[in-house]
């Protein structure tokens, strides 16, 4: 059985941080590149930043780059997201991702997905 689990979602203000975390397994996660996506109210589901299987190279979306951290700690199968100087336009449901391919997990084709967990940033 495979199963990925995120945590640490919930309510915040503009400008606080939050802090992702996603659990894999049934599978190593150093066979896999991580990613994490989001779904905003009204929006599709959106690539939001992307870790190589391991850890050596990152990829992030111009509307979080420079606030958000994507890290991964194979030897506990780990997957992280640091979410510093949060908008309101980061609210939406957080999924994480495990894919074996770049072009797979860039185009949302993971192998893995977790359940989401919700974002909220409100005033």
């Known amino acids: 059985q495979v199963h990925m689990v995120e945590s640490g979602g919930g309510l915040a203000q503009p400008g606080d941080s939050l802090n992702l975390s996603c659990a894999l397994s049934?599978?190593?996660?150093?066979?896999?590149?991580g990613g994490w996506f989001r779904q905003s109210p009204g929006k599709e589901r959106e690539f939001v930043a992307i870790?190589?299987?391991?850890?050596?190279?990152?990829y992030y979306a111009d509307a979080v780059k420079g606030r958000f951290t994507i890290s991964k700690d194979n030897a506990e199968n780990t997957l992280g997201l640091q979410m510093n100087n949060l908008k309101s336009d980061d609210t939406g449901v957080y999924y994480c991702?495990?894919?074996?391919?770049?072009?797979?997990?860039?185009?949302?084709?993971?192998?893995?997905w977790g359940q989401g967990t919700q974002v909220i940033v409100s005033s």
């Open positions: 991702a495990a894919a074996a391919t770049r072009v797979n997990i860039m185009k949302g084709r993971a192998d893995f």
């Open positions: 049934g599978r190593y996660f150093g066979n896999y590149y």
């Open positions: 870790i190589t299987p391991g850890g050596e190279t990152t």
